[in-house]
């Protein structure tokens, strides 16, 4: 096997120096144009026959000047969209450490299951007795949802994990309006992610923050301190975002109740847990799961995704429609039409069918594999990961809390004892030339200049290894006060933006260069 190296800046290399190649390309790394640049509107790639001449339909709105659109040839159009696809980083090409994102391998066998006729290609308005087999489905993978979370209820229909917390705090605010105690307040702590604010505002509650205590969890005693009749609940992240378990969990579920509020959990983090802790047994009324963290759904690119909601008792009465109930051996639809008094509470629909079939079947598949052995297998590795990466950095950087235990799903780090001047965004560059895609920055905001890291359970230990060392050797450059660093990156597609001026000045609209004189 041939060896071949690359020195780690051009600019030094011993023989030849730089040099700039004519087209802009660097070997195999493309400098890729626009379609703009590559096309033109004086041709095209397709032979189109005239129109026929016909009466315009558009009322006076039709236009007089031609569009513009630019033409590709189909070569050139495969061409260029191949070249981008190639500069793409995503989990079939390496270790993907976000944190709190769970980016984890999905399993191919969950994608030919997804795509099977009768799941992949059956449409919503089909009549109930052609879709007994995906109502079937759907219905069992609730079962196992409830199974998992110790819950009695489940609404399989919200389409995302922000989806399902607004599903969970409709049906709070649904259950203390039958009560007629309509509050006001949402107490969120500083450690949850942060669509969980956000969705309390949706919802029209007014938001107050919890503090988080020295060893990163929630401050039990102030959250009992502010508990009072305006309260209508908390909404709480755990494992929480510092990658830590809220130890404290049903202690808060006892002070809440005892208030008279209730208990929403954001459960995109079930990945750490799943087949450990049941969270209905720690007394939460709802929480998402999020399909395409746990179960095997790809993950990124906006979507698809999954947040069905699992309910306590207190709040089944009052979760969504539609949902499939069985009956003997058939699956049904119950709708605003059938739900009849057994489930007349329903604060409505989220959606206008029935949820994400193809995340569904995927998520189905998964458990159905793996078992539930295996499920417990699954967070007990991503754990067990998560630690290892810990405990293999803390030398180097800090982690503050790495003294109060072991961590859950992540491992978080701070930018403490770097070189003046030098920050977290300069270690994530770095780490782009050193062929990873960073870890999640400046998130949690408990932790200054935090990195996020979390490795799943479907990472070897040796690509742990290659990251850690990755890693250690950009930190130290970062402690050293190494001036390149802030040149990085150095290999990628691109240079490091102006990311101030992109986001402040940002140029979204490409226009035709103006010929100088």
Same mark, same amino acid.
């Given at each position: ?300 690119? =906006?979507?698809? @995704?999954?947040?069905? !909601?699992?309910?306590? #008792?207190? *709040?089944?009465?009052?979760?969504? +429609?539609?949902?499939? /109930? ?44 793996? =078992?539930?052995? @295996?499920?417990?297998? !699954?967070?007990?590795? #991503?754990? *067990?990961?998560?630690?290892?990466? +810990?405990?293999?950095? /803390? ?51 408990? !932790? ?70």
């Amino acid at each position: 096997m041939n060896r071949e190296g690359r020195v780690t800046r051009p600019e030094t290399a011993e023989m030849g120096g730089t040099f700039e190649t004519f087209t802009g390309n660097r070997a195999l790394m493309l400098e890729e144009a626009l379609l703009f640049e590559i096309g033109g509107t004086d041709r095209t790639g397709v032979d189109i026959a005239e129109a026929p001449q016909v009466a315009s339909r558009l009322g006076g709105l039709e236009r007089d000047q031609p569009i513009g659109l630019y033409g590709l040839s189909e070569p050139e159009a495969v061409r260029h969209y191949t070249r981008l696809s190639r500069q793409n980083y995503g989990i079939d090409l390496g270790f993907f450490p976000l944190g709190s994102c769970t980016m984890k391998h999905n399993p191919r066998l969950n994608e030919r299951m997804a795509r099977l006729p009768g799941f992949a290609d059956i449409h919503p308005l089909q009549p109930v007795e052609t879709v007994q087999g995906a109502f079937a489905l759907i219905h069992e993978l609730g079962e196992w949802l409830k199974t998992l979370t110790g819950m009695p209820a489940v609404a399989m229909s919200p389409k995302a994990g922000a989806h399902g917390e607004l599903c969970g705090l409709l049906a709070i605010r649904s259950a203390l309006e039958a009560r007629g105690d309509a509050r006001k307040v949402v107490l969120v702590p500083e450690s949850a992610h942060g669509t969980n604010p956000a969705t309390a505002a949706f919802c029209g509650y007014a938001v107050e923050n919890i503090p988080a205590d020295a060893a990163g969890r929630v401050d039990l005693q102030a959250l009992k301190d502010r508990l009072g009749p305006d309260v209508a609940g908390v909404m709480i992240t755990n494992p929480n975002t510092c990658g830590l378990f809220e130890r404290d969990m049903a202690a808060i579920s006892e002070a809440v109740h005892a208030a008279g509020g209730l208990v929403y959990c954001d459960g995109a983090n079930f990945n750490a847990i799943v087949g450990r802790v049941r969270p209905g047994d720690l007394g939460i009324d709802a929480m998402h799961i999020n399909l395409h963290k746990t179960f095997s759904t790809p993950h990124g690119g =906006g979507g698809p @995704g999954s947040g069905p !909601v699992v309910f306590s #008792a207190a *709040l089944a009465p009052f979760a969504p +429609l539609p949902f499939v /109930e069985k009956e003997g051996d058939t699956y049904r639809l119950v709708e605003e039409e059938t739900a009849g008094e057994h489930h007349a509470g329903t604060f409505g629909r989220m959606v206008a069918f029935h949820g994400q079939m193809g995340m569904f079947s995927r998520a189905l598949a998964y458990i159905l594999s793996h =078992g539930a052995d @295996g499920l417990r297998q !699954v967070s007990e590795d #991503a754990v *067990l990961n998560a630690n290892y990466i +810990l405990r293999a950095l /803390e030398d180097v950087l800090e982690a503050p809390f790495a003294g109060t235990g072991p961590c859950m799903h992540e491992a978080l780090f701070s930018d403490n004892g770097f070189a003046e001047g030098f920050t977290t965004l300069d270690v994530a560059k770095g780490l782009i030339d050193e062929g990873f895609h960073p870890m999640t920055m400046y998130f949690p905001l408990v !932790v200054h200049g935090a990195m996020l890291i979390e490795p799943t359970e479907t990472e070897s230990r040796a690509a742990i290894d290659q990251f850690v060392g990755a890693l250690r050797s950009v930190a130290e450059r970062a402690k050293a006060g190494d001036l390149v660093l802030k040149a990085a990156p150095v290999f990628a597609p691109r240079r490091r933006l102006d990311e101030t001026g992109a986001a402040r000045k940002p140029v979204l609209v490409w226009r035709e260069p103006v010929a100088e004189d």
